[in-house]
């Protein structure tokens, strides 16, 4: 039975197959999808014409001179067991890799005559999955009986050994908006606040690396969105004048309150910092400082001042 074999680019820059007939070539590299999974088949030139030549008018003559020459190069290996004769490709073992192989039927050769290790200048046999040269150690664990039916995880899997199809994607960053429930939660209850003001001048970039360094001592990893939507919260925030010391504080107790990872709060906390929890918590939209710096005003503001004023 003919199966799937694949050819390394390697085959085609072999001194040893470059110094062979382009017949004996094709004739080689049918062994490959005519031998079994163990790099064996049974050593008469009239069945692997059938298998490799059968609507060529080649001769089993031919094939058989193919496979002398085949021999006296190295790549494959002619034995008797018995009163049988079979080949085998030499070095299969080393560069085959074959999914769920299923055992061979025919007598291996004898161990006086064993395959030799693939010379540097001998194409290795076809690899199973491109790329890879060498089999991974077998594994200890069960596996599903050979050539059995392919299923969606197995051909996944096979996808993904093989480098190609969408498979199962590994996992990556969230992305904005959603990291906010699943990235920068507390393992443990969080140590005392450690921001405090210094004689550094007071930046969002400092501010910004104070708060970073401040989670990472409490194990709470915070992602490069956190990052850049806490740097932009606390630029804006001095913008307006907020305090430095005022800013520590907010973020501190989003730290207690277990909301390190959402940046999204910092303005409710610095208002209930600065006024007081039970008081709206409500920051100066930027509409709303606009017009402040402006001196200009509106309708809508004038009804959203008069919804949020405290009673």
Same mark, same amino acid.
């Given at each position: 039975?003919?199966?799937?074999?694949?050819?390394?680019?390697?085959?085609?820059?072999?001194?040893?197959?470059?110094?062979?007939?382009?017949?004996? $070539?094709?004739?080689?590299?049918?062994?490959?999808?005519?031998?079994?999974?163990?790099?064996?088949?049974?050593?008469? /030139?009239?069945?692997?014409?059938?298998? =490799?030549?059968?609507?060529?008018?080649?001769?089993?003559?031919?094939?058989?001179?193919?496979?002398? $020459?085949?021999?006296?190069?190295?790549?494959?290996?002619?034995?008797?067991?018995?009163?049988?004769?079979?080949?085998?490709?030499?070095?299969?073992?080393?560069?085959?890799?074959?999914?769920?192989?299923?055992?061979?039927?025919?007598?291996?050769?004898?161990?006086?005559?064993?395959?030799?290790?693939? $010379?540097?200048?001998?194409?290795?046999?076809?690899?199973?999955?491109?790329?890879?040269?060498?089999?991974?150690?077998?594994?200890?664990?069960?596996?599903?009986?050979?050539?059995?039916?392919?299923?969606?995880?197995?051909?996944?899997?096979?996808?993904?050994?093989?480098?190609?199809?969408?498979?199962?994607?590994?996992?990556?960053?969230?992305?904005?908006?959603?990291?906010?429930?699943?990235?920068?939660?507390?393992? @443990?209850?969080?140590? /005392?606040? /450690?921001?405090?003001?210094?004689?550094?001048?007071? %930046?969002?970039?400092?501010?910004?690396?104070?708060?970073?360094?401040?989670?990472?001592? %409490?194990? =709470?990893?915070?992602?490069?969105?956190?990052?850049?939507?806490?740097?932009?919260?606390?630029?804006?925030?001095? @913008?307006? %004048?907020?305090?430095?010391?005022?800013?520590?504080?907010?973020?501190?107790?989003?730290?207690?309150?277990?909301?390190?990872?959402?940046?999204?709060?910092?303005?409710?906390?610095?208002?209930? /910092?600065?006024?007081?929890?039970?008081?709206?918590? $409500?920051?100066?939209?930027?509409?709303?400082?606009?017009?402040?710096? %402006?001196?200009?005003?509106?309708?809508?503001?004038?009804?959203? @001042?008069?919804?949020?004023?405290?009673?």
């Amino acid at each position: 039975m003919a199966r799937i074999r694949t050819i390394k680019p390697e085959f085609f820059t072999s001194l040893t197959v470059a110094s062979l007939p382009i017949e004996a $070539r094709l004739t080689f590299i049918g062994l490959w999808t005519h031998c079994d999974d163990e790099g064996r088949c049974v050593d008469d /030139a009239r069945l692997i014409k059938a298998a =490799v030549w059968p609507l060529d008018d080649r001769l089993s003559t031919d094939v058989e001179l193919d496979l002398k $020459r085949l021999s006296e190069s190295s790549l494959i290996l002619r034995y008797r067991v018995g009163e049988r004769s079979y080949l085998t490709v030499r070095g299969w073992s080393e560069h085959q890799r074959i999914n769920r192989p299923t055992k061979s039927k025919l007598p291996p050769p004898p161990k006086d005559e064993g395959p030799h290790p693939a $010379r540097e200048d001998t194409p290795p046999p076809p690899a199973e999955t491109p790329g890879q040269g060498t089999p991974d150690p077998p594994s200890h664990e069960p596996s599903p009986p050979p050539h059995t039916q392919l299923t969606e995880d197995s051909l996944a899997e096979r996808n993904r050994e093989q480098g190609t199809g969408k498979g199962t994607n590994p996992p990556s960053a969230t992305r904005p908006g959603e990291d906010d429930a699943v990235e920068g939660e507390i393992v @443990d209850t969080p140590r /005392a606040l /450690a921001l405090v003001t210094t004689d550094e001048p007071e %930046n969002a970039g400092h501010i910004t690396k104070q708060w970073i360094d401040h989670c990472t001592a %409490n194990q =709470v990893k915070l992602t490069k969105n956190h990052i850049k939507r806490y740097a932009a919260g606390i630029k804006g925030a001095l @913008d307006q %004048n907020f305090q430095p010391a005022l800013i520590k504080t907010a973020l501190g107790q989003m730290l207690t309150d277990r909301v390190a990872s959402r940046p999204h709060l910092l303005d409710t906390y610095l208002v209930r /910092a600065q006024q007081g929890p039970e008081l709206p918590p $409500r920051r100066a939209t930027r509409t709303e400082a606009s017009i402040a710096r %402006n001196g200009t005003s509106s309708n809508a503001a004038l009804i959203r @001042d008069a919804l949020t004023r405290p009673a």
